[in-house]
């Protein structure tokens, strides 16, 4: 089974400090590694997403970056805010296979003021 | 507005009653997805549709049904045969084909057994 294991599982930072959530696989083949963040009772919502062609992805606050060779990726929030409190998701998947997204386990991220 | 709306939010079934949950989308989206989430599991996939009346299963799809009769519409059946139904089910949609397709989310249907 494709496999996408995300860590840590969950993670208390302090307010204004960065945030770094760690995601690895193992199908060579994945090519589109998105994130998801989502708030308690609501459903995930994209956040930021990653190609293999680029080692990093900058939006704001949110970075990802990738490493091909180690077949690892990560998220880096910087200046944590209580309102990025959320837990957040990895995921890949083979574009040419269609939409089926494989998702890490999630990362709950707390943020303390 | 576009988007997702899944129905009920909050739903009690008793055991051994067949339960069907609603997701309906007004993006014109060809793919439909059905995830549920448990606390430290993410996401798992139950069924997904790529196209009207096809459907496939994923990786968790024993005790549940779904049909897809209409582009807009994807409703997920919980069975008696679903041991432990009790979770937080995610329905989703995303163009069919296409790089980098965003799959978007409904806000998510709380089952509890009774």
């Known amino acids: 089974q494709q496999q996408v294991k995300q860590s840590p599982q969950s993670l208390i930072v302090q307010k204004g400090g960065i945030s770094i959530i760690n995601c690895a696989y193992e199908?060579?083949?994945?090519?589109?590694f998105p994130w998801y963040q989502q708030f308690p009772g609501k459903g995930p919502a994209l956040l930021i997403a990653?190609?293999?062609?680029?080692s990093e992805k900058k939006e704001g606050r949110f970075t990802i970056s990738f490493n091909k060779s180690a077949k690892q990726f990560s998220l880096h929030i910087m200046d944590s805010q209580p309102g990025d409190s959320a837990t957040y998701f990895c995921?890949?998947?083979?574009?040419?296979?269609?939409?089926?997204?494989?998702f890490g386990e999630g990362t709950q991220l707390t943020v303390n003021p | 507005d576009g988007g997702i709306t899944q129905s009920p939010k909050y739903l009690f079934r008793k055991e051994g009653q067949n339960v069907t949950l609603s997701c309906e989308q007004n993006?014109?989206?060809?793919?439909m997805y059905w995830y549920r989430q448990d606390p430290g599991q993410g996401l798992r996939l139950i069924y997904y549709?790529?196209?009207?009346?096809?459907?496939q299963k994923g990786d968790i799809a024993e005790g549940y049904s779904v049909s897809r009769e209409k582009k807009e519409s994807f409703p997920l059946t919980v069975t008696s045969a679903q041991k432990n139904p009790t979770a937080f089910y995610l329905c989703a949609s995303s163009t069919s084909e296409g790089s980098g397709n965003t799959i978007y989310f409904g806000e998510g249907s709380w089952l509890t057994v009774v």
């Open positions: 995921a890949a998947k083979v574009e040419t296979s269609g939409s089926r997204l494989t």
């Open positions: 199908n060579t083949a994945f090519d589109y």
């Open positions: 993006l014109n989206h060809d793919a």
């Open positions: 549709s790529q196209i009207v009346n096809d459907f």
């Open positions: 990653i190609r293999p062609d680029v």
